[in-house]
């Protein structure tokens, strides 16, 4: 039977779909791509997907929509116009509102499947909602209508959780593009809450190092496709040799994988020793799942536990942060004194990396009103043995243009309000 699934990815979509992408190749699940656009990724697939679990292992998926039908679409008709007589209050009861008795919820979302601006869809949710809202209650169901606010065309996961219309009604999803419109509902949202709880809750945060956000954190470890018998193996580990406050062992935890930190600051493991003994009590993790110490990332190798190292992940240290663009000399020698500190640790990363396993780390990337400037000494990091992975195939890069994807297979991410980016890279060890 085949099953047509749509992703919608967070705001730095291109890190989210090189996320996806390096999950499904890891669980060995063969798709079909049946379409994409900037945030909304369609595919078909032959089994049915554990979707509560995947939701849970993507930090850059927001939600996850099953697409249950797809119908053509002349350019000037807008949805409201193609769906005129399709629903009725049976086909509503059946595919959407299963489970439900007594008031009803339903959240109407619109997603581009190409320039919104040449599609007629501003407003017209307004009218499906209101449709539908008319069939069901002709057949004498009290329903609520969530639409989204003026400006949006879908809704928030916030509010989907807060109006709890997944378990009180049902969020229906119109996926919209040039010839067709795709008609699908909202399976599972990301649990913002505990992403914030994650991120804020922590009893050790030093806002001076600046710390990743785990989604981040999450998405960078996915990116490394460990092995899945690493899960729960506590003679195999994540290693990452600037630890802070600890933000990629808390999830490398979080996802049944065993952690290993180590930062050239006492201060740095002490703050993450007191972080990882808080989310092991929060989860109700089991012992043994964390290891730290005291190690500078370029003489890292004569202190490893011994057991296999199977990724490093890594925000590696991104030098001074800024409140406001850095001049061209100050840029230049951070990147110098950073070449020194990077070179070391990817050297001595070599002595227990085997062939094939990943190195993905974020590096300093500065943003200025001409554009970014990168780390200028990455080929000489590639050198010392290893490749650099193309974050997703290069044909559905060429496909699809929208795709950011820099030159040298990295991508940025950032928020506006920053002047170090962080710019993620997959290294593959020769
Ligand atoms: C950007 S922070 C990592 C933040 C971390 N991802 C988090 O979310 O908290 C970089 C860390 O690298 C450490 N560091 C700097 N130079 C180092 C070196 N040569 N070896 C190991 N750690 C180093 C710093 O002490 C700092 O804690």
Do not use: C
């Not at 049976?90 to 439900?100: H, T």
């Not at 997944?166 to 040039?178: N, Q, R, S, T, Y």
């Not at 406001?324 to 840029?331: L, Y």
């Amino acid at each position: 039977m085949k099953l047509k699934y749509a992703f919608n990815l967070g705001r730095v979509f291109t890190l989210s779909l090189a996320e996806l992408f390096a999950v499904f190749e890891n669980m060995a699940l063969s798709f079909r791509l049946v379409d994409l656009y900037r945030e909304v990724l369609i595919i078909e697939v032959e089994e049915k997907l554990d979707v509560v679990k995947l939701q849970k292992t993507l930090g850059g998926t927001i939600k996850i929509m099953q697409v249950l039908d797809s119908l053509g679409r002349k350019k000037f008709l807008s949805p409201s116009l193609v769906l005129k007589d399709y629903f009725d209050a049976k086909m509503l009861k059946e595919q959407f509102l299963s489970n439900y008795t007594g008031k009803i919820q339903i959240g109407i979302s619109y997603y581009p499947m190409a320039d919104p601006r040449e599609l007629p869809i501003r407003g017209d949710n307004k009218r499906i909602g209101f449709n539908i809202k008319q069939i069901l209650t002709a057949a004498g169901y009290s329903v609520r209508l969530v639409l989204p606010q003026m400006a949006g065309f879908a809704l928030a996961s916030v509010v989907v959780t807060n109006e709890h219309l997944l378990e009180k009604g049902a969020e229906i999803d119109l996926l919209v593009g040039m010839e067709r419109v795709y008609l699908a509902k909202t399976l599972t949202v990301q649990n913002f809450e505990d992403y914030g709880r994650r991120d804020y809750q922590r009893p050790a945060r030093d806002m001076q190092v600046g710390m990743l956000p785990p989604k981040v954190a999450q998405i960078m470890i996915n990116l490394a496709q460990l092995p899945v018998a690493s899960s729960g193996n506590l003679k195999h580990a994540i290693l990452d040799p600037f630890v802070g406050s600890g933000t990629v062992i808390q999830e490398a935890l979080i996802m049944g994988h065993k952690g290993i930190g180590s930062d050239i600051s006492q201060k740095a493991i002490e703050n993450a020793e007191k972080n990882l003994e808080w989310i092991k009590n929060r989860y109700k993790l089991p012992p043994g799942r964390f290891e730290l110490f005291v190690a500078d990332a370029k003489k890292l190798s004569e202190n490893l536990p011994k057991i296999e190292i199977d990724a490093v992940v890594t925000e590696a240290t991104l030098g001074p942060a800024y409140g406001t663009s850095p001049k061209p000399q100050e840029i230049e020698r951070n990147f110098k004194e950073l070449e020194a500190i990077y070179i070391g640790a990817f050297e001595s990363f070599k002595k227990f990396l085997v062939p094939g396993k990943r190195v993905v780390v974020a590096l300093p990337a500065y943003r200025t009103e001409k554009g970014y400037i990168y780390f200028p000494g990455i080929d000489k990091l590639a050198k010392t043995g290893y490749d650099i992975v193309d974050p997703l195939p290069e044909i559905v890069a060429e496909k699809y243009p929208f795709l950011q994807i820099t030159a040298r297979k990295s991508l940025v991410y950032d928020r506006k309000d920053q002047f170090v980016s962080r710019e993620i890279f997959i290294f593959r060890s020769l």
